[in-house]
Protein backbone atom coordinates (compact mmCIF):
# COMPACT_ATOMS: atom_id res chain seq x y z
CA UNK A 1 0.00 0.00 0.00
CA UNK A 2 2.86 2.39 0.71
CA UNK A 3 4.26 1.88 -2.37
CA UNK A 4 0.96 2.84 -3.93
CA UNK A 5 0.46 5.59 -2.31
CA UNK A 6 4.44 7.13 -3.10
CA UNK A 7 3.72 6.82 -6.80
CA UNK A 8 1.51 9.08 -6.66
CA UNK A 9 3.50 11.78 -5.36
CA UNK A 10 3.39 11.51 -1.73
CA UNK A 11 6.00 11.57 0.82
CA UNK A 12 6.35 11.74 4.38
CA UNK A 13 4.06 9.34 5.01
CA UNK A 14 3.78 8.18 8.63
CA UNK A 15 1.75 5.12 10.14
CA UNK A 16 -1.16 6.88 12.76
CA UNK A 17 -3.35 4.08 14.31
CA UNK A 18 -4.89 1.18 13.37
CA UNK A 19 -9.24 1.15 13.72
CA UNK A 20 -12.06 -1.21 12.89
CA UNK A 21 -12.33 -0.27 9.56
CA UNK A 22 -8.45 -0.52 8.63
CA UNK A 23 -4.90 1.33 9.03
CA UNK A 24 -5.01 5.52 9.03
CA UNK A 25 -1.66 7.51 8.08
CA UNK A 26 -0.45 10.49 7.01
CA UNK A 27 1.65 11.98 4.59
CA UNK A 28 1.97 15.20 2.17
CA UNK A 29 1.99 16.21 -1.28
CA UNK A 30 3.37 19.39 -1.93
CA UNK A 31 3.75 20.61 1.45
CA UNK A 32 0.07 20.16 2.27
CA UNK A 33 -0.33 17.54 4.77
CA UNK A 34 -3.33 14.60 4.21
CA UNK A 35 -4.73 11.49 5.84
CA UNK A 36 -5.41 8.36 4.28
CA UNK A 37 -7.25 5.34 5.27
CA UNK A 38 -7.28 1.76 3.93
CA UNK A 39 -9.68 -0.51 4.05
CA UNK A 40 -10.73 -3.81 2.98
CA UNK A 41 -11.76 -3.38 -1.19
CA UNK A 42 -15.44 -1.34 -1.20
CA UNK A 43 -18.32 -2.42 -3.14
CA UNK A 44 -19.44 -0.53 -6.12
CA UNK A 45 -22.14 1.35 -4.08
CA UNK A 46 -19.98 2.31 -0.93
CA UNK A 47 -17.88 4.27 -3.70
CA UNK A 48 -20.47 5.95 -5.18
CA UNK A 49 -21.75 6.93 -1.50
CA UNK A 50 -18.51 8.09 -0.89
CA UNK A 51 -17.92 10.02 -4.18
CA UNK A 52 -21.97 11.43 -3.83
CA UNK A 53 -20.60 12.55 -0.56
CA UNK A 54 -17.47 14.69 -2.15
CA UNK A 55 -19.48 15.91 -4.77
CA UNK A 56 -21.66 18.10 -2.44
CA UNK A 57 -18.55 20.36 -1.71
CA UNK A 58 -19.66 21.20 1.70
CA UNK A 59 -17.89 22.00 4.29
CA UNK A 60 -18.79 20.23 6.90
CA UNK A 61 -17.31 16.58 5.34
CA UNK A 62 -13.62 16.51 4.43
CA UNK A 63 -12.83 16.59 1.11
CA UNK A 64 -11.09 13.43 -0.45
CA UNK A 65 -8.43 13.79 -2.88
CA UNK A 66 -8.28 10.45 -4.68
CA UNK A 67 -9.64 6.57 -3.97
CA UNK A 68 -7.44 4.52 -5.39
CA UNK A 69 -8.48 0.28 -5.91
CA UNK A 70 -5.20 -1.49 -5.49
CA UNK A 71 -6.07 -5.72 -4.46
CA UNK A 72 -8.19 -6.21 -1.80
CA UNK A 73 -7.98 -3.05 -0.64
CA UNK A 74 -9.69 0.47 -1.27
CA UNK A 75 -7.17 3.64 -0.59
CA UNK A 76 -9.09 6.69 0.38
CA UNK A 77 -6.90 9.97 0.70
CA UNK A 78 -8.59 12.96 1.77
CA UNK A 79 -7.59 16.44 3.37
CA UNK A 80 -5.98 16.81 6.74
CA UNK A 81 -8.64 18.30 9.52
CA UNK A 82 -6.89 20.09 12.29
CA UNK A 83 -8.83 20.08 15.30
CA UNK A 84 -10.10 17.76 18.27
CA UNK A 85 -12.77 14.65 18.12
CA UNK A 86 -15.97 15.86 19.97
CA UNK A 87 -15.07 12.63 22.32
CA UNK A 88 -11.64 14.40 23.46
CA UNK A 89 -13.90 17.26 24.03
CA UNK A 90 -16.46 15.81 26.06
CA UNK A 91 -13.38 13.76 27.77
CA UNK A 92 -11.81 17.40 28.77
CA UNK A 93 -15.14 19.51 29.31
CA UNK A 94 -17.22 16.26 30.93
CA UNK A 95 -20.47 18.18 30.11
CA UNK A 96 -21.04 21.10 27.92
CA UNK A 97 -23.12 24.63 28.54
CA UNK A 98 -26.88 24.54 26.88
CA UNK A 99 -25.69 27.30 24.51
CA UNK A 100 -22.59 25.67 23.58
CA UNK A 101 -23.89 22.13 22.82
CA UNK A 102 -27.12 23.50 21.16
CA UNK A 103 -23.93 25.10 18.57
CA UNK A 104 -22.58 21.96 17.89
CA UNK A 105 -25.65 19.56 17.06
CA UNK A 106 -26.92 22.48 15.18
CA UNK A 107 -23.69 22.29 13.00
CA UNK A 108 -24.44 18.33 13.33
CA UNK A 109 -28.04 18.78 12.13
CA UNK A 110 -27.02 20.67 8.92
CA UNK A 111 -24.37 18.21 7.86
CA UNK A 112 -26.51 15.13 7.93
CA UNK A 113 -29.48 17.37 6.53
CA UNK A 114 -27.60 17.62 3.54
CA UNK A 115 -27.28 13.96 2.86
CA UNK A 116 -30.57 13.38 3.68
CA UNK A 117 -31.47 15.86 1.32
CA UNK A 118 -29.23 14.01 -1.61
CA UNK A 119 -31.48 13.44 -4.93
CA UNK A 120 -32.29 11.17 -6.15
CA UNK A 121 -30.93 9.14 -3.49
CA UNK A 122 -30.75 10.43 0.63
CA UNK A 123 -27.83 9.28 2.54
CA UNK A 124 -27.96 8.03 5.73
CA UNK A 125 -24.95 8.33 7.74
CA UNK A 126 -25.23 5.62 10.08
CA UNK A 127 -22.48 5.97 12.44
CA UNK A 128 -22.91 9.29 14.46
CA UNK A 129 -20.64 9.01 17.55
CA UNK A 130 -17.96 11.61 19.27
CA UNK A 131 -15.56 10.12 17.36
CA UNK A 132 -16.35 10.70 13.87
CA UNK A 133 -17.04 14.39 14.80
CA UNK A 134 -13.80 16.52 14.46
CA UNK A 135 -14.10 19.98 16.25
CA UNK A 136 -11.49 22.80 14.85
CA UNK A 137 -9.63 25.55 15.87
CA UNK A 138 -12.43 27.80 15.22
CA UNK A 139 -15.61 25.92 16.82
CA UNK A 140 -16.85 24.30 13.74
CA UNK A 141 -17.44 20.67 13.15
CA UNK A 142 -15.99 18.07 10.60
CA UNK A 143 -17.67 14.53 9.82
CA UNK A 144 -15.54 11.81 8.98
CA UNK A 145 -15.82 8.15 8.17
CA UNK A 146 -18.45 7.53 5.94
CA UNK A 147 -17.64 3.53 5.84
CA UNK A 148 -21.08 2.49 6.72
CA UNK A 149 -23.12 5.50 5.37
CA UNK A 150 -25.61 4.15 2.91
CA UNK A 151 -28.38 5.26 0.25
CA UNK A 152 -31.58 5.01 1.29
CA UNK A 153 -33.77 2.36 -0.62
CA UNK A 154 -37.51 2.74 -0.65
CA UNK A 155 -37.89 -0.43 -1.92
CA UNK A 156 -36.29 -2.24 0.53
CA UNK A 157 -36.83 -3.70 3.82
CA UNK A 158 -33.04 -4.49 5.39
CA UNK A 159 -29.65 -3.34 5.10
CA UNK A 160 -27.46 -4.81 3.13
CA UNK A 161 -24.47 -4.35 5.51
CA UNK A 162 -25.07 -4.21 9.27
CA UNK A 163 -22.45 -2.52 11.42
CA UNK A 164 -22.47 0.74 13.71
CA UNK A 165 -21.12 1.35 17.39
CA UNK A 166 -23.51 0.09 20.28
CA UNK A 167 -24.67 3.03 22.51
CA UNK A 168 -24.58 5.30 19.42
CA UNK A 169 -26.49 3.54 16.36
CA UNK A 170 -30.18 3.45 16.05
CA UNK A 171 -31.19 0.07 17.16
CA UNK A 172 -33.06 -1.11 13.68
CA UNK A 173 -29.51 -0.75 12.29
CA UNK A 174 -27.51 -2.72 14.89
CA UNK A 175 -30.15 -5.37 14.18
CA UNK A 176 -30.13 -4.95 10.04
CA UNK A 177 -33.51 -3.58 9.31
CA UNK A 178 -34.09 -0.89 7.15
CA UNK A 179 -32.56 2.56 8.17
CA UNK A 180 -33.83 5.95 7.57
CA UNK A 181 -33.40 9.48 8.48
CA UNK A 182 -34.87 8.46 11.83
CA UNK A 183 -31.86 6.18 12.51
CA UNK A 184 -29.34 9.33 12.37
CA UNK A 185 -32.06 11.24 14.57
CA UNK A 186 -31.83 8.87 17.03
CA UNK A 187 -27.92 9.03 17.19
CA UNK A 188 -28.02 12.97 17.07
CA UNK A 189 -30.47 12.72 20.29
CA UNK A 190 -27.60 10.71 21.86
CA UNK A 191 -25.05 12.52 21.18
CA UNK A 192 -26.94 15.99 22.71
CA UNK A 193 -27.25 13.47 25.56
CA UNK A 194 -23.56 13.00 26.21
CA UNK A 195 -22.91 16.87 25.78
CA UNK A 196 -24.81 17.97 28.29
CA UNK A 197 -24.64 14.91 30.72
CA UNK A 198 -21.35 13.57 29.87
CA UNK A 199 -22.59 10.18 30.35
CA UNK A 200 -23.19 7.48 27.08
CA UNK A 201 -25.13 4.61 26.57
CA UNK A 202 -21.45 3.17 27.19
CA UNK A 203 -21.53 4.06 30.53
CA UNK A 204 -23.55 2.59 33.44
CA UNK A 205 -26.12 2.60 33.61
CA UNK A 206 -26.17 1.89 30.76
CA UNK A 207 -29.39 3.62 30.08
CA UNK A 208 -31.26 7.36 29.35
CA UNK A 209 -31.53 9.23 32.93
CA UNK A 210 -32.77 12.90 33.39
CA UNK A 211 -29.65 14.71 32.47
CA UNK A 212 -30.66 16.74 35.82
CA UNK A 213 -28.66 13.65 37.36
CA UNK A 214 -25.48 14.83 35.82
CA UNK A 215 -26.50 18.63 35.30
CA UNK A 216 -28.56 20.44 36.85
CA UNK A 217 -29.00 23.61 35.36
CA UNK A 218 -30.57 21.96 32.12
CA UNK A 219 -34.06 22.79 32.02
CA UNK A 220 -36.18 19.23 32.14
CA UNK A 221 -37.79 19.94 29.60
CA UNK A 222 -35.22 19.10 27.26
CA UNK A 223 -35.19 15.60 28.57
CA UNK A 224 -38.41 15.18 26.21
CA UNK A 225 -36.94 16.09 23.33
CA UNK A 226 -33.87 13.93 23.55
CA UNK A 227 -36.57 11.20 24.64
CA UNK A 228 -38.56 11.53 21.21
CA UNK A 229 -35.16 11.47 19.29
CA UNK A 230 -34.05 8.52 20.89
CA UNK A 231 -37.40 6.43 21.53
CA UNK A 232 -36.18 2.86 20.92
CA UNK A 233 -39.71 2.68 18.41
CA UNK A 234 -38.58 4.68 14.96
CA UNK A 235 -42.46 6.05 14.61
CA UNK A 236 -42.47 7.04 17.67
CA UNK A 237 -39.08 9.54 17.18
CA UNK A 238 -39.01 12.83 14.77
CA UNK A 239 -39.43 11.83 11.31
CA UNK A 240 -36.61 13.93 10.20
CA UNK A 241 -34.18 16.00 11.49
CA UNK A 242 -35.88 19.36 10.53
CA UNK A 243 -38.60 18.26 13.47
CA UNK A 244 -35.81 17.51 15.84
CA UNK A 245 -34.13 21.38 15.31
CA UNK A 246 -37.62 22.94 15.42
CA UNK A 247 -38.56 21.96 18.84
CA UNK A 248 -34.72 22.67 19.69
CA UNK A 249 -35.10 26.38 18.05
CA UNK A 250 -38.23 26.86 19.37
CA UNK A 251 -38.03 25.83 23.10
CA UNK A 252 -40.57 27.69 24.21
CA UNK A 253 -43.33 25.49 23.17
CA UNK A 254 -41.54 22.93 24.68
CA UNK A 255 -42.09 25.13 27.90
CA UNK A 256 -45.50 25.19 27.01
CA UNK A 257 -46.45 21.99 26.79
CA UNK A 258 -44.66 21.01 30.02
CA UNK A 259 -46.37 23.80 31.70
CA UNK A 260 -49.53 21.99 30.79
CA UNK A 261 -48.66 18.84 32.28
CA UNK A 262 -47.60 20.37 35.44
CA UNK A 263 -51.10 21.55 35.72
CA UNK A 264 -52.93 18.73 35.40
CA UNK A 265 -50.79 17.07 38.34
CA UNK A 266 -53.19 17.53 41.82
CA UNK A 267 -54.70 20.01 43.70
CA UNK A 268 -51.96 19.08 47.05
CA UNK A 269 -48.83 18.94 45.04
CA UNK A 270 -49.44 22.21 43.63
CA UNK A 271 -50.04 24.12 46.82
CA UNK A 272 -46.82 22.21 47.96
CA UNK A 273 -44.30 23.37 44.78
CA UNK A 274 -46.12 27.14 45.69
CA UNK A 275 -45.50 26.90 49.29
CA UNK A 276 -41.77 25.96 48.37
CA UNK A 277 -41.08 28.04 46.06
CA UNK A 278 -42.76 31.02 48.48
CA UNK A 279 -40.52 29.70 51.19
CA UNK A 280 -36.99 29.35 49.04
CA UNK A 281 -37.80 32.84 47.58
CA UNK A 282 -37.96 34.61 50.96
CA UNK A 283 -35.18 32.61 52.40
CA UNK A 284 -32.59 31.15 49.86
CA UNK A 285 -32.68 34.18 47.05
CA UNK A 286 -31.50 37.56 47.31
CA UNK A 287 -33.52 39.61 45.28
CA UNK A 288 -32.34 40.65 42.11
CA UNK A 289 -31.67 36.73 41.73
CA UNK A 290 -34.88 35.12 40.80
CA UNK A 291 -34.92 31.87 38.91
CA UNK A 292 -36.06 33.02 36.03
CA UNK A 293 -33.82 34.88 32.63
CA UNK A 294 -35.73 35.94 29.31
CA UNK A 295 -34.14 36.82 26.22
CA UNK A 296 -35.39 40.33 24.96
CA UNK A 297 -32.18 40.60 22.23
CA UNK A 298 -30.40 38.07 20.48
CA UNK A 299 -27.74 38.85 17.54
CA UNK A 300 -25.87 36.11 16.16
CA UNK A 301 -24.73 38.05 12.69
CA UNK A 302 -25.88 35.54 10.19
CA UNK A 303 -27.15 38.07 7.94
CA UNK A 304 -26.56 41.96 7.40
CA UNK A 305 -30.11 42.92 8.51
CA UNK A 306 -28.36 42.47 12.44
CA UNK A 307 -25.99 45.56 11.58
CA UNK A 308 -29.20 47.22 12.00
CA UNK A 309 -28.90 46.87 15.36
CA UNK A 310 -25.73 48.86 15.60
CA UNK A 311 -24.63 52.72 15.31
CA UNK A 312 -21.31 53.52 14.10
CA UNK A 313 -19.68 56.29 12.41
CA UNK A 314 -18.68 54.29 9.38
CA UNK A 315 -20.04 51.14 7.59
CA UNK A 316 -16.71 50.44 6.21
CA UNK A 317 -15.31 49.46 9.79
CA UNK A 318 -17.67 46.90 10.85
CA UNK A 319 -18.45 43.78 8.87
CA UNK A 320 -20.48 40.87 9.65
CA UNK A 321 -18.57 37.15 7.91
CA UNK A 322 -18.82 33.78 8.55
CA UNK A 323 -21.52 34.29 11.33
CA UNK A 324 -19.63 37.11 13.44
CA UNK A 325 -19.02 40.45 13.65
CA UNK A 326 -15.61 42.28 12.81
CA UNK A 327 -15.50 45.58 14.49
CA UNK A 328 -12.38 47.84 13.51
CA UNK A 329 -13.58 51.10 15.10
CA UNK A 330 -16.45 52.15 17.57
CA UNK A 331 -19.77 50.97 17.50
CA UNK A 332 -23.04 50.25 19.33
CA UNK A 333 -25.71 48.96 20.21
CA UNK A 334 -28.90 50.33 19.53
CA UNK A 335 -31.04 49.15 22.52
CA UNK A 336 -31.39 50.41 25.87
CA UNK A 337 -30.16 48.10 28.51
CA UNK A 338 -31.90 48.99 31.65
CA UNK A 339 -30.96 47.62 35.36
CA UNK A 340 -31.58 44.03 36.13
CA UNK A 341 -30.73 43.38 32.27
CA UNK A 342 -27.81 41.00 31.53
CA UNK A 343 -25.54 41.85 28.31
CA UNK A 344 -23.77 38.30 27.15
CA UNK A 345 -20.82 38.76 24.64
CA UNK A 346 -18.86 36.02 23.44
CA UNK A 347 -15.52 37.58 21.41
CA UNK A 348 -12.15 37.40 20.65
CA UNK A 349 -9.52 39.79 19.13
CA UNK A 350 -7.20 39.25 16.48
CA UNK A 351 -4.51 41.30 18.80
CA UNK A 352 -5.07 41.37 22.91
CA UNK A 353 -6.78 44.79 21.84
CA UNK A 354 -10.52 46.38 22.29
CA UNK A 355 -12.86 46.85 25.10
CA UNK A 356 -16.18 46.48 25.74
CA UNK A 357 -19.02 48.00 27.96
CA UNK A 358 -22.54 48.36 29.15
CA UNK A 359 -23.24 51.99 29.86
CA UNK A 360 -21.27 53.85 32.27
CA UNK A 361 -18.84 50.64 32.68
CA UNK A 362 -16.04 48.80 30.73
CA UNK A 363 -13.73 46.11 30.33
CA UNK A 364 -10.16 46.81 28.83
CA UNK A 365 -8.33 44.51 26.51
CA UNK A 366 -6.12 43.83 29.59
CA UNK A 367 -9.09 42.35 31.26
CA UNK A 368 -9.60 44.69 33.90
CA UNK A 369 -12.61 47.12 34.91
CA UNK A 370 -13.34 50.67 34.17
CA UNK A 371 -15.91 52.83 35.16
CA UNK A 372 -16.21 56.11 33.13
CA UNK A 373 -17.79 59.65 34.05
CA UNK A 374 -18.20 62.82 31.95
CA UNK A 375 -18.65 65.71 34.20
CA UNK A 376 -20.69 68.35 32.65
CA UNK A 377 -19.80 71.45 34.90
CA UNK A 378 -15.55 70.38 33.74
CA UNK A 379 -16.90 69.38 30.29
CA UNK A 380 -13.72 66.25 31.17
CA UNK A 381 -14.09 62.43 31.41
CA UNK A 382 -13.19 61.11 34.63
CA UNK A 383 -11.84 57.38 35.14
CA UNK A 384 -10.99 55.00 37.35
CA UNK A 385 -7.79 53.61 37.30
CA UNK A 386 -8.27 50.06 36.31
CA UNK A 387 -9.01 47.70 38.70
CA UNK A 388 -8.27 43.80 38.92
CA UNK A 389 -10.58 41.23 38.48
CA UNK A 390 -10.85 38.33 40.93
CA UNK A 391 -11.02 34.96 40.44
CA UNK A 392 -8.59 32.80 38.17
CA UNK A 393 -6.72 35.12 35.72
CA UNK A 394 -7.71 35.08 32.18
CA UNK A 395 -5.19 36.00 29.49
CA UNK A 396 -6.41 37.66 26.48
CA UNK A 397 -4.93 36.05 23.50
CA UNK A 398 -6.89 35.82 20.88
CA UNK A 399 -9.28 32.92 22.07
CA UNK A 400 -12.84 32.75 22.71
CA UNK A 401 -14.03 34.17 26.09
CA UNK A 402 -17.44 35.11 27.30
CA UNK A 403 -17.90 38.33 28.98
CA UNK A 404 -21.42 38.84 31.24
CA UNK A 405 -22.41 42.05 32.22
CA UNK A 406 -24.93 43.16 34.29
CA UNK A 407 -26.24 45.76 36.48
CA UNK A 408 -28.17 44.81 40.04
CA UNK A 409 -31.94 46.24 39.09
CA UNK A 410 -32.28 47.31 43.32
CA UNK A 411 -29.23 49.56 43.52
CA UNK A 412 -27.46 49.74 40.15
CA UNK A 413 -24.66 47.61 41.29
CA UNK A 414 -21.89 46.56 38.61
CA UNK A 415 -21.41 42.65 38.33
CA UNK A 416 -18.61 41.65 35.56
CA UNK A 417 -17.79 38.31 34.55
CA UNK A 418 -15.32 36.65 32.08
CA UNK A 419 -14.97 32.64 31.38
CA UNK A 420 -12.61 31.12 29.31
CA UNK A 421 -14.37 27.86 28.17
CA UNK A 422 -11.02 26.90 26.65
CA UNK A 423 -9.00 26.68 29.94
CA UNK A 424 -12.24 26.34 32.55
CA UNK A 425 -11.34 29.42 34.54
CA UNK A 426 -13.69 32.27 35.07
CA UNK A 427 -12.47 36.11 36.30
CA UNK A 428 -15.29 38.52 37.85
CA UNK A 429 -15.87 41.57 39.58
CA UNK A 430 -18.33 44.08 40.85
CA UNK A 431 -19.08 47.22 42.09
CA UNK A 432 -21.30 49.90 43.72
CA UNK A 433 -21.25 52.84 41.51
CA UNK A 434 -21.02 56.39 43.41
CA UNK A 435 -24.16 58.21 43.45
CA UNK A 436 -23.47 60.69 41.62
CA UNK A 437 -23.81 58.32 38.53
CA UNK A 438 -27.17 59.43 36.94
CA UNK A 439 -29.04 59.33 33.81
CA UNK A 440 -28.04 63.19 33.33
CA UNK A 441 -24.72 63.16 33.81
CA UNK A 442 -23.75 59.61 33.02
CA UNK A 443 -21.28 58.90 29.91
CA UNK A 444 -24.13 58.84 27.25
CA UNK A 445 -24.67 59.27 23.42
CA UNK A 446 -25.63 62.33 21.85
CA UNK A 447 -29.32 61.04 22.00
CA UNK A 448 -28.83 60.33 25.68
CA UNK A 449 -29.98 57.17 25.64
CA UNK A 450 -27.59 54.27 27.48
CA UNK A 451 -25.85 52.05 24.69
CA UNK A 452 -23.61 49.03 24.97
CA UNK A 453 -19.78 49.79 23.63
CA UNK A 454 -17.75 48.11 21.59
CA UNK A 455 -14.41 49.64 20.96
CA UNK A 456 -11.04 48.40 19.26
CA UNK A 457 -7.64 50.42 20.35
CA UNK A 458 -5.04 48.64 18.29
CA UNK A 459 -2.14 50.11 16.46
CA UNK A 460 -2.39 47.86 13.42
CA UNK A 461 -5.55 48.72 11.42
CA UNK A 462 -5.46 44.97 10.14
CA UNK A 463 -6.44 43.95 13.91
CA UNK A 464 -9.75 43.53 14.82
CA UNK A 465 -12.37 42.74 17.25
CA UNK A 466 -14.85 39.97 16.56
CA UNK A 467 -17.90 39.05 18.12
CA UNK A 468 -19.79 35.52 17.56
CA UNK A 469 -22.99 36.72 19.32
CA UNK A 470 -24.96 39.11 21.65
CA UNK A 471 -27.91 38.37 23.86
CA UNK A 472 -29.65 40.58 25.96
CA UNK A 473 -31.28 38.91 28.66
CA UNK A 474 -33.29 40.08 31.47
CA UNK A 475 -33.74 38.06 35.28
CA UNK A 476 -31.56 36.32 37.35
CA UNK A 477 -27.81 36.40 36.94
CA UNK A 478 -26.91 33.55 39.00
CA UNK A 479 -29.46 31.39 36.62
CA UNK A 480 -28.09 32.86 33.51
CA UNK A 481 -24.28 32.02 34.80
CA UNK A 482 -25.73 28.27 35.16
CA UNK A 483 -27.14 28.27 31.97
CA UNK A 484 -24.77 29.79 29.71
CA UNK A 485 -21.17 29.36 31.54
CA UNK A 486 -19.40 26.10 30.54
CA UNK A 487 -17.59 26.51 33.58
CA UNK A 488 -19.88 27.61 36.36
CA UNK A 489 -20.48 23.65 37.55
CA UNK A 490 -16.30 23.37 37.97
CA UNK A 491 -16.42 27.03 39.95
CA UNK A 492 -19.85 26.58 41.55
CA UNK A 493 -18.61 27.08 45.37
CA UNK A 494 -16.38 30.54 44.53
CA UNK A 495 -19.00 31.70 42.09
CA UNK A 496 -21.66 31.54 44.57
CA UNK A 497 -19.72 32.73 47.04
CA UNK A 498 -19.58 35.74 44.69
CA UNK A 499 -22.79 36.67 44.06
CA UNK A 500 -23.84 36.34 47.85
CA UNK A 501 -21.46 38.97 48.91
CA UNK A 502 -22.38 42.82 50.02
CA UNK A 503 -20.77 44.56 47.06
CA UNK A 504 -17.94 47.29 48.17
CA UNK A 505 -18.52 51.18 47.01
CA UNK A 506 -15.86 52.62 44.26
CA UNK A 507 -15.43 55.43 45.81
CA UNK A 508 -14.92 58.92 44.65
CA UNK A 509 -11.21 59.04 45.47
CA UNK A 510 -10.10 56.36 42.76
CA UNK A 511 -11.42 58.82 40.12
CA UNK A 512 -8.59 60.62 37.69
CA UNK A 513 -9.38 62.98 34.60
CA UNK A 514 -8.67 61.12 31.54
CA UNK A 515 -5.97 64.01 31.14
CA UNK A 516 -4.39 62.30 33.70
CA UNK A 517 -4.12 58.51 32.47
Known amino acids: MIEEIEQRGYTKIAHLKTGGQGDVYTCEKQGTAYLVKVVDLLEEEQLDVLKGINALGNDFFPRIIEIINSGKKTIIIREFIKGTTLHDEIEKNEVFSYRRAKEIIFDICSAIRALHALKPRPIIYRDLKPENVIITPEGKIKLIDFGIARYYKTESTRDTVLAGTKGYTAPEVMAGMQSDERSDVYSIGLVFYELLSGKSLQDPPFQIRPI ?28 TIDEFVYDLENIKLIKEKHKSKKK ?254
Not at 225 to 233: E, G, L, M, R, Y
Not at 282 to 296: D, R
Not at 321 to 338: A, F
Open 212 to 239: AENNEYIPDYTDEIIAKATDINQTNRYA
Open 264 to 517: RKTVIAVLLAIIFLAVAAALLFPLFFGEKVETLLALEFEDENDINYLSMDSKERIEISGGTLNVKDWCGLKYRPKNGMLVHFKVKTSDPGGSLGLSQYRLNPSLQFECIYYDEQKNTDITTWEKQMQGFPIVNSQQWLDIILYTNEQNSAVYAVICDNESRKIAYIAYQIPEFFNEESTYIEKDKTFYVEMMTFFESEDNFLTIDYINISQGSLKQYLKENMAAYAQHRSITDEFLSQDVADLPEMVFKPANEW
